[in-house]
């Protein structure tokens, strides 16, 4: 069995174990606090248990890394899993949260070569492996960039996702100047998710500059959004990469080329 089908074996069980949970009050029961640091409520720990139960059954053992098991030594490469991405989606019923599944080769974020996202709520399967694009239910994704830059020109046209949930006054004043010239900010809760957004060419650039997203949280998204077209860069213009200690926070900018990029910095 390939790689890839291992990773959407794993999300497809996520999503069948998950689905009965979603919006349920006992989704939201707490168990102590993982290894990232958040409580751990019933269905991050059924939705986690649900892949380590697929692959130990699809006898695949690479070193895993998640957000409630932390780091479980494997075999060769890693699989860098946030098994419920926007888990106060979930709970509460918002119809916004994925799994996110990655692998990669070494223990760094542009070593990722494989990634599958599952949309709990739709069953929407996103896929990509590097240098073979980005799929949506078996369907390619390609970022069109063809009138992005016009619709910057004019920035009433721009639809951006903005992460600033928990963001600091310091933090609010970096993104404030590009949000108060959009008509059309978005924020939904599921960083994983929402790249996948992007790589849709559904919302034109998203942006988190709060210093707080995990690896666990961008494992996926990274490769899925990188393949569809787009590129990932740090606050500092450097394309963004991390290595997978879950101590890591991370700011990044997704666009889809360094033009916008430098428009996007000169506001």
């Known amino acids: 069995m390939q790689r890839i089908d291992i990773l959407k074996a794993a999300a497809s069980a996520v999503f069948k ?28 720990l059924v939705a986690e248990k649900a892949v380590l139960n697929t692959i130990e059954e699809l006898e695949f053992s690479p070193t895993v890394i998640g957000e409630e098991c932390g780091m479980i030594d494997g075999g060769d490469g890693y699989l860098v899993m946030d098994a419920i991405d926007g888990t106060t989606n979930a709970i509460r019923g918002i119809p916004f949260s994925c799994c996110s599944l990655a692998f990669a080769t070494h223990c760094n974020l542009s070593s990722v070569i494989e990634a599958v996202i599952i949309d709990l709520n739709t069953g929407d399967v996103y896929e990509s492996s590097v240098n073979k694009g980005a799929l949506m239910n078996g369907i390619r994704l390609q970022i069109n960039d063809e009138d992005i830059l016009k619709r910057f020109k004019t920035q009433n046209e721009l639809v951006v996702g903005v992460n600033i949930s928990g963001m600091g006054a310091g933090s609010i004043e970096k993104v404030t100047r590009i949000i108060s010239k959009c008509l059309h900010v978005r924020h939904l809760g599921a960083n994983a998710l ?9 919302i034109d650039m998203y942006i988190d500059l709060r210093g707080k997203i995990r690896v666990t949280d961008m494992a996926a998204g990274y490769l899925i959004s990188k393949e569809a077209g787009g590129l990932l ?35």
């Open 194 to 202: 929402e790249l996948c957004f992007f790589a849709r060419g559904l």
């Open 17 to 44: 174990e998950t689905r009965n949970l979603i919006g349920s009050p006992e989704s939201a029961v707490t168990f102590g606090r993982g290894a990232g640091g958040d409580l751990s409520s019933k269905i991050d």
């Open 233 to 267: 860069f740090n606050p500092k213009g450097e394309l963004l990469d991390s290595d997978f200690s879950l101590d890591n926070r991370l700011s990044f900018i997704a666009v889809n080329n360094r033009e916008f990029l430098q428009l996007l910095q000169s506001t």
